[in-house]
């Protein structure tokens, strides 16, 4: 079967892929404002491709459900206003949404504060044939925590493993559950929303200054845009330790809303290409019981 666009947004994901090894720098190493080939008059062009990557994503999911030995988990990472809601509101539009599953995490409760920390994002996995979607995830375990490290008392962990080396330990438990979960059929889309300061600050003048928008704003978004360069440097370790073969990390260039969803839908879509999911075939019982079935349609008729 034709399929428009593949090529082309399949080419695009390497310019976004965490080699697993690099060493990371932000914002150095990745530019939030890039647009590829596009230009300020390709408007129309860019839609093309964004539809294009969504019919993909809508007949890739359904041999993913029919098939029914994988699951894709999309993970989303990304500062205030990265647009980690409206890329899933764009990108997953053209998906039947019976096969999909959304999860937002916020301050973990007390139930999961009591229990280890990567036990509430297990409770949460996507089953088998499903694509889950996890709107910040268990990399808020060394991005928020790390950022501020107060928030590891709440977390009644043993004195003894509360050294410096904790953020080591947790990408290593990271990975190492990545890989498990890997092998097991889910495979990891891990995407960074890379966003430049400024337009995150345009963006939050736009949340206050629009009536419509201000339920997007809090007052605890402006404190935390303060840890911005912890932030960065939070992030770039994590893209640095955590970019594995079995589960790399892409760096989304997020200052331009449109090429953000063209370049979430063209990882999505390669991820979905790489397992590569067929339609099960018949058994040979099967056909016997589809012909058997078949002679006694058309002789009602
Ligand atoms: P939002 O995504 O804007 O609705 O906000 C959710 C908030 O929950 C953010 O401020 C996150 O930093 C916070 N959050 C998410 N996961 C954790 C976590 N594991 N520990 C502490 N705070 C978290
Ligand atoms: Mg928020």
């Keep these: 079967m034709a399929q428009p666009g593949l090529k082309r947004l399949r080419q695009l994901t390497a310019r976004f892929r965490v080699e697993p090894g690099a060493s990371v720098k932000l914002p150095k190493d990745f530019d939030p404002g890039f647009t590829a080939d596009f230009g300020k008059d390709d408007a129309g062009k860019a839609q093309d491709l964004l ?3 969504i019919a993909l994503l809508t007949e890739y999911q359904d041999r993913l459900a029919a098939q029914d030995t ?3 988990l999309v993970v989303l990472q990304g500062l205030d206003a990265a647009g980690k809601d409206s890329t899933i509101k ?3 539009s053209g998906m039947n949404p019976q096969w999909v599953d959304v999860h937002p995490f916020k301050v973990p409760s007390d139930e999961e504060l009591n229990h280890d920390y990567l036990w509430r994002y297990e409770q949460k996995l996507p089953r088998r044939g499903m694509i889950g979607i996890f709107n910040r ?3 808020e375990e060394v991005l928020v925590v790390r950022v501020h490290p107060e928030l590891l008392d709440t977390q009644h962990l043993p004195a003894d493993h509360r050294d410096s080396d904790i953020w ?3 990408f290593k438990a990271i990975n190492a559950w990545e890989r498990y979960l890997a092998e097991n059929g889910i495979q990891l889309v891990k995407l960074f929303l890379n966003l430049s300061r400024e337009e ?3 963006r939050f003048l736009a949340r206050i200054d629009k009536p419509q928008k201000n339920w997007k704003f809090t007052a605890a978004d402006v404190r935390e845009r303060a840890h911005w360069d912890a932030y960065q440097k939070a992030y770039a ?6 970019s594995t073969e079995w589960a790399p990390w892409y760096v989304i260039p997020a200052d331009h809303k449109w090429f953000e969803r063209i370049a979430a839908a063209a990882v999505i879509v390669d991820a979905l290409v790489r397992i590569d999911p067929r339609y099960p ?3 040979s019982q099967q056909r016997r019981e589809l012909a058997a079935a078949r002679r006694e349609l058309l002789a009602e008729g």
């Design 51 to 53: 539809q294009q990557g």
């Design 281 to 283: 075939k018949a058994t």
């Design 137 to 139: 995830s268990h990399y």
């Design 90 to 92: 764009h990108v997953m």
């Design 168 to 170: 080591k330990q947790r």
């Design 237 to 242: 370790d994590v893209l640095t330790n955590t």
């Design 200 to 202: 995150q600050r345009q």
């Design 70 to 72: 994988h699951a894709l």
